[in-house]
């Protein structure tokens, strides 16, 4: 069994309009391994989360394919392709998406409620241990404009984790937030990442949050660059 979670290959990704064609992605070849924490760092408009987009299933490259633990990821039915992405991967971005009018615990449940298996004591036991984890157990009946920026942030890693995913992908997770609340975050995933032995994939501009990863690759006009 090959050590990679995650391989691309030959990844390009191209946007056409009726006036103009824009590559985004002109071949990029990318390994994960199985509980690394690697950090894909670049300029903005270089192609960041569109590379992180594909890694997770929720956008077709033009060309090249996907690798999950060995299963072509564009070779699966669109149905396949949302079960893989609800129970194979959690995705935090840079703006939390979480509903206004749902509270922290109801949040972080959504994405459980879609598993049929999940029975719902056991899902509410388990988001309070991942609240409890992110150091929000006081927050439980919150709504999301009670909590500052970085509360927000770890609601919407805690529901990225909900489903016990085999890797989180981070979309500048750090991006919204102040340099106090961005350590915390940082403090969380590295957490994640040591002690649950977590696969982690993180886009950042700053060199200085991508240099917490265990290894960085940089990205630059579509290409992994040096």
Request: charged share 25%.
């Amino acid at each position: 069994m090959s050590d990679h979670r995650i391989e691309a290959k030959a990844v390009h990704k191209t946007f056409n309009d009726t006036a103009n064609k824009l590559e985004v992605l002109r071949g990029i070849d990318l390994s994960v391994r199985i509980n690394e924490f690697l950090a894909i760092q670049g300029p903005s408009g270089a192609g960041k989360s569109t590379l992180l987009h594909i890694l997770g299933g929720l956008d077709n490259p033009s060309k090249g394919k996907v690798l999950f633990d060995g299963t072509d990821l564009y070779g699966l039915s669109d149905d396949e392709r949302a079960d893989f992405r609800n129970t194979k991967v959690g995705f935090a971005f840079q703006f939390y998406h979480l509903l206004p009018e749902l509270n922290v615990l109801e949040n972080v449940l959504l994405p459980a409620l879609i598993r049929s298996w999940w029975k719902k004591k056991k899902a509410v036991d388990y988001a309070k241990f991942i609240l409890e984890y992110a150091g929000l157990s006081k927050r439980l009946g919150h709504k999301p404009n009670q909590l500052s920026g970085g509360e927000q942030q770890r609601v919407a890693i805690a529901r990225a984790l909900i489903n016990n995913p085999a890797v989180l992908l981070c979309d500048e997770p750090t991006g919204n937030l102040d340099s106090e609340n961005g350590e915390k975050i940082i403090g969380l995933l590295r957490d994640l990442h040591k002690k649950e032995k977590m696969t982690i994939v993180l886009v950042t501009h700053d060199k200085a949050i991508a240099m917490n990863a265990d290894r960085v690759v940089h990205l630059k006009d579509g290409v992994l660059v040096n």
